[in-house]
Each structure stands twice: as C-alpha cells, then as structure tokens.
C-alpha cells in the first residue's frame, strides 16, 4: 500500500516534503527541551497565532477543546507545517530553489516568533532554528534526487527513497516527543527543589466530601492540582528559573521594590479556599474550581511600596508578557487577594503560574490572575490595558453571583421516572 502511494514522481515529492517539515520542527523542539536559552519555535508561532486571533476564535477554541486548546493549537500548528512541506516538496520537483527559499522563510518565521521567548537567547536560537531547517532542507533535496524509471535501477531508487523517508519520519517523531517531554521534565525537575513553607493563617475547611457522597457526579469541593481546569494564552508554559525570579512593584509607589521567592516564603503566609472561574466558562462547565491557596496578601506588598494616592489600576504582567489589570480599590475591599505560591499544599504547579501568581476573589481571572507574575505595575485606570482589553473584553469583569449545575450534566439524557398518580 505504502509503495502504490509514493509510485507517482509528484505524490513522492509531496510526502518528501511533509517528512522533511516533520523533521525540520521536531529538531527544533529538541533542542528547545534541551537548553532553555532557546524557545520552541511551534509554541513560538502558535502563541503569535492567539495573539492575534479575534475573540471569537479564542471562544470558539475554548468551547470545542476546552483546557485543550493549547494542545490542539499546538498540534494544529505542527500539522500546517506539514502540509505545507507537502506542496514545497511538489514545487521544489520542478523548481529545485524552491526548497531552500521555503525552508529559510520557515527558518525566518521561527526566529521573529521566538524572538522574544522567555529566557531565549537570541543568537542562540538564530542558530538552532537555521541549523533545523537547513537539514530539513538537506533531507528534501536528498529524497528527490533525480530517480531512474527503467528495471531494477528504479527498484534500487524506491528502496533509497522509503529508506530515507521512513529514517527522517522516525528521526522527527523521536525529535519532537522527546524535546516536549525533555520540557515538561525540566519544568518539574526545578519545581521539585522548592518547599513550600507552612501558612501561618488559615482559614477553615471546607465542609467534608463525605457530607455529599450520596450525590452522584458531583464536582470534588477542593478541585486537585491535576484537574483544576488550565485557561492561558501560553502555547508552552513557561519555566522561569526561581534562583532567578524576581516580583517586581513599579509606578506609581513611594519605593520600587523587588522580591526573590525566597523573600515571599520568608514573609507571613496565609492560605485561603478561593474559587476562580473563567469568564467562557458555560452552565455546567468545568471551567471553574476551588482550591487552597498559599501566599502572601498581595496588600502587604502594595504597603511595603507605598501607593500614591493618584494611582487607580493595578496592572500585573507575566514572564510572557501577558497582561490583566484591575482598580486598587478592590485590593482593599476585604476580598484578600494573594500573592499565591502553593496550591493545595504544594508549590504551584507549571501550568498553574509556578513560582507565583495572583488570586483575586471575585474577578474573572482575564483582569487580574496573572500567572507566573513578575511584575505588578501601580497606574492610572486609562494609562493602559490589560491583554484582553484591546480585543473587545469588558475592562471590568466582576464575577456575578451564580449557580451550578453538576447533574445532570450537559447533554445529558435521563432515564423517565415519574411517580404513579393518586387519589
């Protein structure tokens, strides 16, 4: 079956092509998971592809793959390369430059897009990514050298040909499996090095599950780490380095101040039950969770600064350069809102803003949970916008109250069980 498909001169260019493609992105997220100086390039583009895309598509995303639409972008992403190294493969058939003009605008895309990767260096990733798409382009050019037609020769070109294609194919699965893998690995390894510290206060515990055992299907009420629920624009999550992390207060302060995790864990923790929902979430959906949070009260920090009295918006910005912001009034409105560093007793995890983030209760997290923060800048109210601003979100966004439904779940069909007439 496989030789009926690559039989045709322009279906074996095509699939050149689309293995050659496979291999040029599977290097590069290798060497992205084996040095962190340099950025993956598919999570590079696909977070230039969220950057940019309407709000519509963003919600469309959410509500087809929910917590995975950054898989499925990532996914996507790599697909759309591959497809397009199919039609390269066929024009380069009978144009030979076409392959490495198209590899090296592959190359260039890379590099704009990781440009500003967190913690990427720039040289380096310059080489990383020219370096992949120059094999890749090595690796078409070989697949189609010019093929005899005639008896055994061409037998002996096949061969060559299902040699080489199944050899890259391999090569790029292994390339991008293990570099993913290699990243995950890493971000974990460095989180497992922190200890998280006792809360000095606490607040009490949520009634027992044991309360509700009888009701079926019902959402656990402390939501574990592992499936609290995921909403970002981060293709890949980021790993900052906690040696060298550092919350930073600016603007609008008496005094600018900078703090190491360590200063964090070294001041009075408090852990709090705190909902946080997604403004996309729908009737039923599981785009919310409860969880226990420790850190520091994000007012203490903002006293330590000193805010000025003409400040009106407290407007945070991640280590990826997402932005959300929310009024300094509601930090002292009594909802506590925290600096977290652990949840559910544990360092924060990755996807989940490791070394810190905010909790605000009672905001939609698009203005205000600002994941793996590095910066929390006190300004006016219309001196700048948050990420979401600008694409059509409310500037505002106060959770209203709300109720949930756990069963029956969405969609769900129930058995008829009516009760028999009396009397």
């Known amino acids: 079956m496989v030789r009926s498909m690559i039989d045709t001169t322009t279906t074996r260019a095509g699939f ?33 592809v969220i950057d940019i895309s309407p709000r519509f598509v963003k919600e469309l995303a959410i509500s087809i793959f929910g917590t995975a639409d950054k898989g499925a972008l ?28 198209a590899f090296g605008a592959f190359a260039l ?11 990427g260096n720039l040289p380096l990733t310059i080489l990383a990514i020219s370096g992949a798409a120059l094999i890749g382009a090595l690796a078409l050019r070989s697949m189609l050298r010019e093929s005899p037609t005639d008896g055994l020769a061409a037998n002996d070109s ?4 299902l040699t080489q294609a199944a050899g890259a194919g391999v090569a790029a699965a292994i390339a991008g499996l293990g570099g ?26 949520p009634p027992p599950e044991s309360q509700f055992a009888a009701i079926a299907d019902l959402t656990p009420i402390v939501v574990s780490n592992d499936e609290f629920y995921r909403i970002d624009t981060a293709l890949v999550v980021p790993r900052p380095d906690p040696e060298t992390w550092r919350l930073r207060i600016t603007g609008m302060v008496d005094n600018e101040l900078s703090f190491s995790l360590d200063d964090l864990t070294n001041m009075v923790l408090y852990e709090e039950y705190v909902t946080i929902a997604c403004v996309s979430n729908e009737v039923g ?31 945070s910005r991640s280590v990826d350069g997402w932005t959300s912001g929310f009024p300094v009034e509601l930090a002292y409105d009594g909802r506590e809102p925290l600096v977290a560093i652990g949840m559910n007793g544990e360092p924060l995890p990755p996807s989940h803003g490791f070394p810190a983030r905010l909790i605000v ?42 109720s949930r439904i756990d069963h029956p779940r969405r969609d769900q069909k129930l058995a008829e069980n009516r009760a028999a007439p009396t009397g």
């Open 361 to 402: 209760p009672g905001l939609y997290g698009y203005v205000s949970a600002t994941k793996w923060v590095e910066e929390i800048e006190l300004t006016t109210w219309d001196d700048v916008d948050g990420y979401w601003i600008p694409r059509g979100w409310a500037k505002e966004a106060p959770i209203k109250t709300q």
């Open 158 to 161: 096949r061969r060559r040909f």
């Open 285 to 315: 959906g599981d785009l919310i969770g409860n969880a226990k949070w420790t850190g520091v009260k994000l007012t203490d920090l903002l006293d330590a600064a000193g805010v000025q009295d003409t400040a009106e918006q407290i407007y």
């Open 109 to 119: 895309l890379g590099i704009l897009a990781a440009a500003d990767g967190v913690g």
């Open 180 to 205: 993913r893998q290699l990243i995950i690995a890493r971000s974990e390894e460095v989180r497992q090095s922190v200890t998280l510290p006792a809360a000095d206060l606490s607040v009490p515990m």
């Open 16 to 48: 050149a092509g689309a293995v050659s493609a496979g291999l040029a992105l599977g290097l590069t997220e290798l060497v992205a998971g084996i040095t962190e100086l340099v950025p993956s390039a598919i999570a590079s583009v696909g977070g230039v």
């Open 74 to 101: 990532a996914i996507g992403t790599a697909v759309v390369g591959v497809l397009i190294g199919w039609f390269v493969g066929r024009a380069t058939l009978r144009r030979p430059w076409v392959a490495w003009a």
